[in-house]
T-cell receptor, first 116, second 113 residues
Framework: GDSVTQTEGPVTVSESESLIINCTYS????????LFWYVRYPGEGLQLLLKVITAGQKGSSRGFEATYNKETTSFHLQKASVQESDSAVYYCALGALNTGNYKYVFGAGTRLKVIA | NAGVIQTPRHKVTGKGQEATLWCEPI?????VFWYRQTIVQGLEFLTY????????DSGMPKERFSAQMPNQSHSTLKIQSTQPQDSAVYLC???????????FGSGTRLTVL
């Protein structure tokens, strides 16, 4: 079946350092794939961070960026300089039409801790 | 816009009891999804509805879990004869349509003693 693999956490980064959380997907048969990064901040619900629906394009939000690479089936999340407020759990997700149904598949989540 | 509303926030049941979880999607959203989240399994898809019709329940444990969407303003997930392994956070999400961004509720934490 379809799957999403992302960097295993927890990941600890010092404030102002750069960050990359890897995400790769595997799909047996997909059409109209969309790629998402969701985030859950402490005490809050899961919310969209960014989304890209076209291969080769880059999404960005709150200083985070991710580029949809169809060749490597990857959608890595990057930030040049993290802040303590970025401490959260990040989930990569693939949304695609498969066997007539639209499905979203989530990675296991990566817990990020940013230290001062 | 209040977002996706899930009730109750926490539910504790005894083994063998029934649990009903409620979800109110965002008004105007046509797709409603249910997920289960545990530390071990992560986010597991359970089922989804589109325009109130059940579309895919491939993630639902067949014997004790059922979901309904009697109208466009709410969906329920019912677990009969709850077992300790059912303990998890159950998340409901809605979207304008399939292939769109999911908006999640805060979840219901179910604890089965």
């Amino acid at each position: 079946g379809d799957s999403v693999t992302q960097t295993e956490g927890p990941v600890t980064v010092s404030e102002s350092e750069s960050l990359i959380i890897n995400c790769t997907y595997s799909a047996t048969s997909i059409a109209y794939p969309n790629l998402f990064w969701y985030v859950r901040y402490p005490g809050e619900g899961l919310q969209l961070l960014l989304k890209v629906i076209t291969a080769g394009q880059k999404g960005s939000s709150r200083g985070f960026e991710a580029t949809y690479n169809k060749e490597t089936t990857s959608f890595h999340l990057q930030k040049a300089s993290v802040q303590e407020s970025d401490s959260a759990v990040y989930y990569c997700a693939l949304g695609a039409l498969n066997t007539g149904n639209y499905k979203y598949v989530f990675g296991a989540g990566t817990r990020l801790k940013v230290i001062a | 816009n209040a977002g996706v509303i899930q009730t109750p926030r926490h539910k504790v049941t005894g083994k063998g009891q029934e649990a009903t979880l409620w979800c109110e999607p965002i008004s105007g959203h046509s797709a409603v999804f249910w997920y289960r989240q545990t530390i071990v399994q992560g986010l597991e898809f359970l089922t989804y509805f589109r325009n109130q019709a059940p579309i895919d329940d491939s993630g639902m444990p067949k014997e004790r879990f059922s979901a309904q969407m009697p109208n466009q303003s709410h969906s329920t997930l019912k677990i009969q004869s709850t077992q300790p392994q059912d303990s998890a956070v159950y998340l409901c999400a809605s979207s304008w349509d399939w292939a769109e961004t999911l908006y999640f509720g805060s979840g219901t934490r179910l604890t089965v003693l």
